[in-house]
């Protein structure tokens, strides 16, 4: 059964960069088959997704976040980063990591299906 | 960014009655290539992350009941649940994976009536 876990801080300082580590267990980052992502719910609304990363290190982001996001993968602590930088208030959020099938049918623009599993969320406040 | 709306926003259901959630597409998420809708369902309780129940449209993830179902196709589809159990009480979403980045509607809560 594979789990997901975030960690990191949960109070981050106004134009600071927000860092969280997603660790996976039960399953290889290296083995290949999925895309790692994280995705963020602000309180009380809805999900956006920020962006993913395969073993191979290629990107996808999200292009309302782009400029300010950089994932990376360790595969051999099994884990992958979120990097999140020149934060505000409207960055407060919960943040999820979640793992995503590669597709063996690749759209024009994406090449990953749906969230299977879900880590359980971390709670990260942008705040002076 | 394909958007995606969900209606309504808020249902009351009694128990033992059809709970019926709306999603609808700003463009087909109906892959040619392969003949399938790229159209997720999730079921949010509150303090958890959101679990997926149906993916493909209308298929359903392992160990979700089968009174959830999905319908659907291009860019009008549904999430039914059959028998509505006290455990349904949640905020579901339909996501979209046909294109980068993947969105999701804005949710719609279940409840109890």
């Known amino acids: 059964q594979v789990q997901l876990q975030e960690s990191g801080p949960g109070l981050v300082k106004p134009s600071q960069t927000l860092s969280l580590t997603c660790t996976v267990s039960?399953?290889?980052?290296?083995?290949?088959?999925?895309?790692w992502n994280w995705i963020r719910q602000h309180p009380g609304e809805g999900l956006e997704w920020i962006g993913n990363i395969y073993n191979s290190g290629s990107t996808y982001y999200n292009p309302s976040l782009k400029s300010r996001v950089t994932i990376s993968v360790d595969t051999s602590e099994n884990q992958f980063s979120l990097n999140l930088s020149s934060v505000t208030a409207a960055d407060t959020a919960v943040y999820y990591c979640?793992?995503?099938?590669?597709?063996?049918?690749?759209?024009?623009?994406?090449?990953?299906?749906?969230?299977?599993?879900w880590g359980q969320g971390t709670l990260v406040t942008v705040s002076s | 960014d394909i958007v995606m709306t969900q209606s309504p926003d808020s249902l009351a259901v009694s128990l033992g009655e059809r709970a019926t959630i709306n999603c609808k597409s700003s463009q087909s998420v109906l892959y040619s290539s392969n003949n399938k809708n790229y159209l997720a369902w999730y079921q949010q309780k509150p303090g958890q992350p959101p679990k997926l129940l149906i993916y493909?449209?209308?298929t359903r993830e392992s160990g979700v009941p089968d009174r959830f179902s999905g319908s659907g196709s291009g860019t009008d589809f549904t999430l039914t649940i059959s028998s509505l159990q006290a455990e349904d009480v949640a905020v579901y979403y339909c996501?979209?994976?046909?294109?980068?980045?993947?969105?999701f509607g804005q949710g719609t809560r279940l409840e109890i009536k």
């Open positions: 996501q979209q994976y046909y294109s980068t980045p993947p969105t």
């Open positions: 979640a793992r995503a099938p590669r597709g063996g049918y690749c759209t024009t623009t994406s090449c990953f299906y749906y969230f299977d599993y």
């Open positions: 493909w449209a209308a």
């Open positions: 039960g399953g290889s980052i290296s083995r290949g088959g999925y895309y």
